[in-house]
């Protein structure tokens, strides 16, 4: 009897010291939940004449460059307490916005009873991990890459063809080379299978007449005898 009253109150005992399990928040999704009814999240970012607050990259940018701190090693973590203390009491006085932007965008509304605590300290550091200059180079060297691509290799990223088609290697289905030298004499027939879908390729009915001719250019661009 002793001995099984000394389990429980061992286990007792554990129980009460164990840890509170943390909750594990999903800062990339929170960011576009809370934040992305004003700032542009974009990277790079895109512009709007009518947008409502800068874009979340020049917002890093901006507080990291600001944050006041002798140990360099320390910037980060002060940018995120500028953050944190910014969001929940915002006001010109503290803001690091030049005069312009202020006249222009207003000082953002509080986000008491909008963010907890734990949330906002998910969102902070999720902001400096994600906004550096280091990624928007990969991102501007990707996007540069794309916009050099032909229109239709783009479409043909964009509709996910390359999850079932290689240019010169058979897939799911043909490759572009085979589908090229197939339709070589008949150009509005692959066109149509594209438009209306043939076996286990589906129709791709929301592309326009131009999309459609600029895919199908690409096609025949890949074709080798």
Known sequence: MLKSTCVFALVLLLSACAEKPVKRYDAKQLLVDKCASCHNLDLPPKTYEDEKAPPMMAVAFHIKSFAQTQDESQRILKARAFVKDYVMNPSASKSFCDKES????????????????????????????????????????????????????????????????????????????????????????????????????????????????????????????
């Open 102 to 225: 202020l006249a222009s965008y207003g000082v953002m509304p509080s986000q008491k009873g909008k963010l907890t605590e734990d949330e906002l300290d998910a969102i902070s550091a999720y902001m400096f991990e994600r906004y550096t200059q280091e990624n928007l180079t990969k991102e501007q060297a990707i996007q540069n890459k794309l916009n050099a691509m032909p229109k239709g290799q783009l479409l043909a990223i964009k509709n996910n063809c390359l999850s079932c088609h290689r240019v010169e290697m058979k897939l799911v289905g043909p490759s572009f080379n085979s589908m090229a030298m197939k339709y070589r004499n008949s150009p509005e027939t692959l066109k149509n299978k594209i438009r209306n879908g043939v076996g286990y390729m589906p129709a791709f009915k929301k592309l326009s007449d131009e999309e459609l001719e600029e895919m199908s250019k690409f096609i025949f661009s890949t074709a080798k005898p």
